[in-house]
Nanobody, 124 residues
Framework: QVQLVESGGGLVQAGGSLRLSCAAS????????MGWFRQAPGKEREFVAA????????NYAPSVKGRLTISRDNAKNTVYLQMNNLTFEDTAIYYC?????????????????WGQGTQVTVSS
């Protein structure tokens, strides 16, 4: 069992930056692929970014590529999402997820554990 706790969300002006963190419990964090997803009001949850177990491979949604960066620190059992040049369209609840498959995936079914989410609000 893996528990995930997101933090770092908040209110930011358009063009600003935030860094989200996701702390994972358990001794096998380094074997999991990790992903970030988001859900905007009235919309379905969508893929944002993913990283494989070693951090050597990343995958991004086209809408965030070049602005958001996913990374991980296996020694700290933590995955990060650095968000730069934020726009109003980035407003959403952001969820981190852990998958027992070692590759990074943009499909929700590939992830076994989910956090509760952290709210990101971008003011225009």
């Amino acid at each position: 069992q893996v528990q995930l706790v997101e933090s770092g969300g908040g209110l930011v002006q358009a063009g600003g930056s935030l860094r989200l963190s996701c702390a994972a419990s358990g001794r096998t964090f380094s074997s999991y692929a990790m992903g970030w997803f988001r859900q905007a009001p009235g919309k379905e949850r969508e893929f944002v970014a993913a990283i494989n177990w070693s951090g050597g491979f990343t995958n991004y949604a086209p809408s965030v590529k070049g602005r958001l960066t996913i990374s991980r620190d296996n020694a700290k059992n933590t995955v990060y999402l650095q968000m730069n040049n934020l726009t109003f369209e980035d407003t959403a609840i952001y969820y981190c997820a852990a998958g027992t498959r070692s590759y990074s995936s943009n499909y929700q079914w590939a992830y076994d554990y989910w956090g509760q989410g952290t709210q990101v609000t971008v003011s225009s």
